[in-house]
């Protein structure tokens, strides 16, 4: 029998529907900075920067310190733990160092991804024990939305109903307890692209995972006006001898979308997936152009694809931190 007990007030609804829509407003996407220790030591090798805490919080300082106008650009930002608590050189922590831009800040709460048994080395993410608390916790040190990444993989058997279901599920237990904490979640099931299949096995997953996951989100009650959707976009694996054009790509991402989101979601965010800058902005540009109706926000969330330049440009020199900034601006006006 369906019956509905009350979950969210109406006002709880207003703020959680206003946040995402600040977040999605026109011409705004979201800057990913919430690379663990281990992601960002790779990114800082590359350029020969040594994996420290003041390095990562230098970097960090560089990019939330830009000029005011990437709040054009930029309409939420997504914390790692340890960037929350850090001080950008004005001495102002970096939460309130956004907020003055009137970007929204938003904190990565899953604890990273956990083997499912007798899977062809699927996983499920964890994070659920206490997730309540620590959200709570992060709103009142200023955070309005969270993110939450499940990730599944296509192979010959993969994914399995069992990878789909439980990270579906996982997914809407995550969006329910963000939810009741004032937190907007960002739900994000990243199909990888490694792998030789096509764009259009890459469609019917996306829409195979997509369509468990909206389910699993109404079962759950999580009001939809007040999630962001953060999905890949429909490729072809890395592996696969045939190239497709990015309008090709766009048609295909936006088929899948359309017949898995409901309207009510305010906003898609992409991921940016292993793509180039490069590719990762044409791709989104042609998904804009795409001849069909699209009812919700299409941007980005992007880390890598918004970084890579002003990572090179900075090399961990002070000298370099006005060239990085304005790097890093028109990647994000891209």
Known sequence: MTHQ????SPEQKKELSDIAQRIVAPGKGILAADES???????LQKINVENSEENRRCFRDILFSSHPSISNSVGGVIFFHETL?????????????????????????????AGLNGTDGETTTQGLDGLSERCAQYKKDGCDFAK???????SDGCPSALAIAENANVLARYASICQQNGLVPIVEPEILPDGDHDLLRCQYVTEKV??????????????LEGTLLK??????????????????????????????VPAAVPGICFLSGGQSEEEASVNLNAINQVPLHRPWKLTFSYGRALQASALATWKGKAANKAATQETFCNRAKV
């Open 231 to 260: 999905p890949n976009m429909v490729t072809a694996g890395h592996s696969c001898t045939k190239k497709y054009t990015p309008q090709e790509v766009a048609m295909a991402t936006v088929t899948a979308l359309r017949r898995t």
């Open 5 to 8: 007990f009350p979950s969210l």
């Open 37 to 43: 220790t281990g992601t960002m030591g790779k990114r």
């Open 148 to 154: 939450w990444r499940c990730v599944l993989k296509i």
């Open 85 to 113: 608590y850090q001080k950008s050189d004005s001495g102002k922590l970096f939460p309130q160092v956004v907020k003055d831009k009137g970007i929204v800040v938003g904190i990565k709460v899953d604890k990273g991804t």
């Open 210 to 223: 997509l369509a468990a996951v909206y389910k699993a989100l109404s079962d759950h009650h999580v009001y």
